[in-house]
């Protein structure tokens, strides 16, 4: 039993087989035969069984080797699995593999290698049971035949399943030796119970029923729906081949189902004949859609076509003149016609089709080993294929593909070998909402809950916004309707599926700068569209528009530049019906008008008539045509009439958008491009792009598979490098150039390639190391599995002549080395008068000596006293060392003689060396005097010289919302409490109802007496820190901000009292800091009532003030690690280290997608000695200069290229060429690069295009200052040879005159910014200033001030130095901008001049007077003069009224209500309140307020206490 039980687990135990990590399987031979159930998958291979779960882990395997025996009788043959121990004579090949679900078994039946058929029954859950076996025919004997096979069921008095098989036919197939002749179709049993016993042909009385063929005829697929049986076929003739559908009806009997026979023939083509390759059913009701591959002879495409392939009910007529039960019948079958033709490609070998919502998804298998996704509208409209899978070695994808029968989110992909289980879809990858829409993938969706790209049991809730039933170009579309008031409509239209509560929280809101944009009495806005119409006519210029949607919990926004559709005017062309259809208007009758009632679409303009006469360009040629799916740089293409082309336009045949590439290097018969990216390997069709729009010409470039690398030869190289090494692998002439990790900068260029091979030189190195290799191809680098390794040079030793004949033969030495060089590397001379040429012939080894022959022809001398060896790029001579001996002895004799002479030479060279260092030290002296008068030249020039040329047009002011800008001048050390205090842009139109604690609260404060006590009660306390008084003051701020009438008559009573404390003391200090409440009151104050005056008039002077400045200081040196620059006003800041630099214009060009595409080039400015990262920098703010808008990639996810010799070389911060001083490494510049004046540099985004050795940013080392250096020297002894430049003695002093430039560069916009402030807009300042310097007045004369400079300080203590200081120091508070420290250091030079100008005293300045005053000392008088007139103006203008400014502050407060959220201001202030509640109860008590007040207060500490659900936050 024991011995019975081992055998078995021999017989049947599984093997180590491999699950792979991507969710595949690897097997151990070839797939024949693919099936699976609801959970299971089986494959059979050419010697092996699998049946794995539906995730493709192993269950069971089962060996199909073993031995045939023969029973009782001659016939009776039976197939015997045995172990690898015993000997084996036979194979079982499975040609059909059918799980039959009901009878929970599985049945496969193939050949043995007696050529008979033989059958097994196992067990559906357990493979290793085995139910039955018998050697019979069910199927086709041929492995490779193309026959199909399936269980149907066929409905009697109750219904039977039967095998049917449909057998491939064909003249040359030899005779059945092992008994029964198998018809084309039959029908076998699968039960004893059936009548004539399991896999039995007869059908009781009737005999043997079957259909026979007349020809040739192979089958491709066949399934039943219902009672109806399909099956497909290629009907096979010598001249022509047809695809033929045959129906049967599965009913009463196998003949009967046999006999219902009818058929037609799939029609792809009128005169082409055709092959169906493979085939798949669509999943859907009446009527049956069908979708099948097909190739027509002499097309080298294939074609996924869609059929309706019903029945329907004519069944006498659909008679099949090929197929027969008993006698052909000569008719002609009934014809069917594709409704559509859904997707070309090269080379087709399967499709699975899935219904996905109203989209059909077709999985397509491919030659070349992708798998392609095809998702298709209900008007078999096809998106844009997306590849899910991909070989890396081109294997051919099997006939069948099945979706994961459990997780239907997987698709089972088997190849040659293997299957992979892979994804339907990459929703994840998406990561906003328009990108997970424009994948236009059926199986995403965005889920609000989760802000994610998911699928849709994914989402918990019915909040999943995803693509409609029909194909859109576009997520939300607009168009422009005029009516014939003339009343414009702007109408949105989101194209969207959404869930009904997501649809019901519609909401459409549009905003434009500065205007309001539609009426009161628009249309109700219902999903999903709305309805703006036009409250203002459309500027000239156009106007922008910002559209924010609101669906359920996601917010979507789209801007839109609206433009009048009657002012888009020209001569027709495709390019102007273009811009007509993208600003929602109609193209129509040649001319652009307004949009009506039907649809807009772009398909209009393609046939647009151009009124230029452009010479129809024609292709001759394209080189290369066939390219990796990487693309390919620097293509060439040949042809007639090029001049007018402006780009190479690429297209699929599916209607993905077209990609375009720019032309370069015309001369009219050729031009270069770069040939773009692509995702799916095949053909794409060539035109060339005319101005006008249209695009001419015919040709096909064809994507294939990426290069590989599977060996290299040598193995080594020397570290002088340029030996020669070939590469071999696959798809190499897609290679542009070879990198190696130890130079990432020198790209090897191909000498000799091929498909299979590639030769280079290997590039030197500076140690002896293992260099991993990167292939270049097109933009993209790929890894090589194989690395070389570098070890010293070769080290040659002596040589011998001999002569041989009339030759000489000459043996070179070599030490022995892991080098391997061979005679074809090394080139010898010898050298007599001239050099001689050396024949290499021969190499040995012994002795750790490598020893080279070579022969030089017919010389007369033998003689050869030395020898020039070449290899790679080196040169080395080598001395003959026979006549070593006679030196030997003639040494000796040559020192006695030479002493006397060598002692006179050495006294000679000491006074000769002597002398020297004297020249050296005049020399040195002379340069250092000459340096330094050059530098001192250099800025009298400049000085004098200075033009400024700094841009004005900085493009659109960021100014911050009033919001923003006051939570910022409010809490600037206080985030938390700037983020509680705002809301949000969804809470922007809703007024939050305050609860009850809160209400409370906001009545008490609104007590002027009670809120007077709380304040000075709260500065009383000595632990209420100056902190906690700027807090309390901007929460009062905020809460009382919608009544600043109320506000200000509380600023008065508090400064009143504050001026009674200062007046006793010293008044000129009053509102000189920020030491109390008020004072922080009154900043807050000035900030809300100067911001209108502050965004419309000076906003603008101090934007450009300080762009200028950011735009001189970049104009020259800035030091990266310490900020410090040589273009400066702030000493402390300035570079005076700074070496020699020039100016370069370099070309940028940015990446557009993926695809290789790159915009127009755009000039920007540059220094050779900028880093990496600033020259991002420069490339940035030169874009938004130049476009209005920021580039849509931030700073840090920006990588640049510098193209050298056609081929773009990654910059980076630090590389392995990197500088390193000691331990301290040199941040990498343009001079590092090399890279010239007018070089091109190209932007791309680590996202799409991620470098090769991925790094952050080096600022982001905490030790970076310590790590890194750039302009400023590390403080370590280094060899001045190396780098004399940088060792030039500098000083401080001479570059002083740096800072005179800068503010001579910087001046006038200085100035504009202070006249700004200090004039009066229609002789008028603003309100504010002008009540407040009023009660200012008012106070002084109370308090019997006589001194005028008292009031002059308080004035200039309340608005310059409070508020206006505030801004010019920090113009992040206005602007959407970061302040760098340099910056602040010069913003603070200018706010110390602003300063000076409203001071009093007179500065006394000498020669050791601080530079930050000197710089603006001759200003200075003028600027007060200025001030002076300023007060003097405010002082005479008539006072305002107090019903004039309440109306001003009831304004103010209108204009921004519910911006701040009050409830968050009242609880922060509450806790003050709990902190010093009994203080201010004492307080209260001391000033007798009213009982009701102390009453009101208690009241809102019990509803605070006990507000348990009060949020704080």
Known sequence: MILLLALLSVLWGERSLCLEEDGGFTFDGNIRQFAMTSNTVYIATEERLYQLSHDLTLIHSLTQRGILKTGNQQDDVQFYRVSDTFGRNATFSINVLLPFTKNDSLISCGVTDDDCGHCEVLDLKNISNLLYREHIQVGPLKSSSRSVSFLVDVKKTQTGTYILTAIQQNESQSENKCGINHQTINLQDTDDKQGGGIFSLTDGASGTPGIKSKGDVEFVDGFQISSTIYLFSNVLSAQTNGVRL???????????????????????????????????VIPGQQPVLWSGV???????????????????????????????????????????????????????????????????????????????????????????????????????????????????KYVYVPFRNQIKRVPVSKCSTYTNVQECWSAQDPYCGWCGSKSSCTFEDDCTDSDWLSIPDESQHKMISHKLEKDTNGQISLKIHTHLTVGQEAASNFTC????????????????????????????????????????????????????????????????????????????????????????????????????????????????????????????????????NLDDVTAVRMQADTDCTPKESPVWDNTGFSLTFHIPTSDIKGVVNVCLLLPDGRCHGKAKITYSSLPSCTNITPSSSWISGKRKITLTGSHLNFVEGVIHSHAMHDVRLPRNISSQSLTYDSPEALSISSSTMFLKVANKTLNCSTKLSYYPDPEFTSFTATRTGKDVRITIQKKTDKLEMTIDELSMWGIQDKPKNCTMEAKETSNNTDSFTCEIESSTNPEFQQLLIKYGDKSVKLENKDESAVYYFLMPILVLLLTPAIIIAVVLFY????????????????????????????????????????????????????????????????????????????????????????????????????????????????????????????????????????????????????????????????????ESTVEKLLTNWMSICLYGFLRETVGQHLFLMVSALTQQIAKGPVDCVTEKALYTLNEDWLLWQAQDFSSLKLKVLFAVGTDGEVSEPLEVNALDCDTVEQVKEKILSSFKAKFGFPYNIPLRDVCIEYEKNGLFFPLEEVDASSEVIGEVTMLNTLKHYKVNDGGTIKVLSKKTHPPLSPQGSVKDDENFSGKYFHLIDPDVDEDQTKNPERKKLKLKEVHLTKLLST?????????????????????????????????????????????????????TNSLPLRFWINILKNPQFVFDM????????????????????????????????????????????????????????????????????????????????????????????????????????????????????????????????????????
């Not at 026979?261 to 493979?278: F, H």
């Not at 070309?344 to 089709?353: D, E, G, P």
Request: net charge neutral; charged share 25%.
């Open 1303 to 1355: 503010k001579v560069a910087v001046h006038s916009f200085v100035e504009k910014l202070f006249r700004s402030i200090w004039g009066l807009t229609l002789s008028r300042s603003p309100f504010a200033v002008k009540y407040f310097f009023d009660f200012l007045d008012t106070q002084a004369e109370n308090m019997k001030i006589t001194d005028p400079d008292v009031l002059h300080i308080w004035k």
């Open 509 to 640: 809101q549009f905003s434009a700068p500065s205007t309001e944009l539609c009426t009161q009495n628009n249309p109700p806005q219902q999903f999903p569209q709305c309805t703006c119409i036009l409250d203002t006519t459309l500027p000239p210029d156009g106007l922008h528009v910002i559209v924010k949607f609101r669906l359920g919990s996601t917010q979507l926004s789209e801007k839109l530049s609206l433009t009048n559709c009657s002012d888009i005017s020209g001569p027709p062309s495709s390019v102007l019906c273009q811009q007509c259809i993208k600003a929602g208007c109609r193209w129509n009758t040649n001319r652009c008008s307004w949009a009506d009632q039907t649809e807009i679409n772009d398909s209009v303009c393609q046939n647009v008539q151009s009124g230029k006469n452009f010479s129809i360009p024609e292709i001759s040629s394209i080189t290369p045509r066939v390219v990796s799916f990487y693309g390919r740089n620097h293509a060439v293409l040949s042809g007639r």
């Open 246 to 280: 045959l129906w049967l009806e599965g009913k009463n009997s196998k003949t009967d189902s046999l006999k219902s026979l009818r058929g037609a023939t799939l029609s792809v083509s009128d005169s082409e004949s055709s092959r169906l390759v493979a085939s798949s």
């Open 911 to 1074: 006074k000769r060396q002597q002398q020297r260092l004297a020249d050296k030290m005049n020399k040195f002296v002379e340069d250092l005097e000459l340096n330094i008068r050059n530098d001192i030249r250099q800025g009298f020039v400049e000085l004098q010289t200075e033009n400024a040329d700094l841009l004005e047009n900085v493009g659109t002011i960021p100014f911050l919302d009033f919001k923003h800008f006051a939570s910022r001048i409010f809490f600037p050390e206080n985030e938390s409490l700037m983020e509680s205090c705002i809301k949000d842009i969804s809470q922007d139109v809703v007024k939050i109802q305050l609860d009850e604690c809160c209400q409370g609260l906001s009545r008490l404060i609104q007590d002027q007496l009670f809120l007077t006590s709380m304040v000075h009660a709260l500065e009383e306390e000595k632990s209420f820190t100056i902190k906690d008084k700027c807090a309390v003051a901007s929460l009062l701020t905020v809460a009382l901000h919608s009544n600043l009438s109320y506000l200000t008559e509380v600023m008065e009573v508090l400064l009143k009292d504050l001026m009674q404390k200062s007046s006793n003391t010293q008044p000129k200090l009053l509102l000189r800091r920020t």
């Open 294 to 408: 097909f190739t027509m002879d002499g097309v080298d495409t294939t074609e996924l076509m869609v059929f309706d392939i019903s029945p329907g009910d004519s069944k006498d007529t659909d008679k099949d003149p090929d197929f027969y039960t008993s006698v052909p019948i000569e008719v002609t079958p009934k014809i069917l016609k594709p409704l559509a033709v859904l997707f070309r490609h090269s080379y087709m070998t399967s499709v699975l089709a899935v219904r996905q919502r109203g989209w059909m998804v077709f999985f397509i298998g491919t030659g070349d080993g992708q798998l392609i996704k095809l998702s298709v509208d209900r008007k078999y409209h096809a998106a844009c294929p997306t590849v899910l899978y991909r070989t890396s070695d081109d294997l051919k994808v099997f006939p069948k593909l099945h979706l994961d029968p459990v997780d239907r």
């Open 1378 to 1513: 970061e302040k760098t420290p340099h910056l602040d250091g010069c913003l603070s030079v200018i706010a110390q001049a602003f300063m000076d100008s409203f001071s009093l005293s007179e500065m006394q300045l000498g020669k050791y007077a601080p530079t930050n005053k000197l710089l603006y000392a001759k200003d200075i008088p003028k600027f007060k003069q200025e001030v002076k007139m300023y007060y003097k103006q405010i002082r005479d203008q008539s006072p305002v009224t107090p019903a004039e400014f309440k109306d001003f502050l009831h304004e103010e407060s209108k204009k921004h209500e519910n911006e701040f959220n009050e409830a968050a201001a009242l609880k922060e202030l509450y806790k003050f309140i709990e902190r010093y509640f009994t203080e201010i109860k004492q307080k209260l008590d001391e000033n007798g307020v009213p009982a009701e007040l102390k009453e009101q207060l208690q009241h809102v500490k019990q509803s605070f206490d006990g507000l348990k659900s009060c949020s704080w936050s």
